[in-house]
């Protein structure tokens, strides 16, 4: 499996944008659970979003909810993550990650994962 996110910037606070993961691999992409995670300068990677292999649920952490939204086209075999009113504090390396899950919740492990991309939020 191979992830490669793209989108990430340099944006003022209160902005928008939209990450994309996209997605290759033998086994097909709807056969995975994916998510968004982020890690800051100095702190440790945390749980951003995730989406279930049908999208029929979504999980998103406490401090982006209402404001992020995940979404994934298995058409494309892309998963992307909508930024809206973005703060400061969003600034982190995003990364993009699969795991191969036919569960009706996001998982929790992931097992694939991508480079990465800079996010920035001035204020």
């Known amino acids: 499996v191979q992830l490669a996110e793209s989108g990430g910037g340099l944006v003022q606070a209160g902005a928008s944008l939209r990450l994309s993961c996209a997605f290759s691999?033998?086994?097909?992409?709807?056969?995975?659970?994916m998510g968004w995670f982020r890690q800051a300068p100095g702190k440790e990677r945390e749980f951003v979003a995730a989406?279930?292999?049908?999208?029929?649920?979504?999980s998103y952490a406490d401090s982006v909810k209402g404001r992020f939204t995940i979404a994934r086209d298995d058409a494309r075999n892309t998963v992307d993550l909508q930024m809206n009113s973005l703060k400061p504090e969003d600034t982190a390396v995003y990364y993009c990650?699969?795991?191969?899950?036919?569960?009706?919740?996001?998982?929790?492990?992931?097992?694939?994962w991508g480079q990465g991309t800079q996010v920035t939020v001035s204020s």
């Open positions: 989406i279930t292999w049908s999208g029929s649920a979504t």
């Open positions: 990650a699969a795991e191969i899950s036919r569960a009706t919740m996001p998982p929790y492990e992931y097992e694939h």
């Open positions: 691999g033998r086994t097909s992409f709807s056969s995975y659970a």
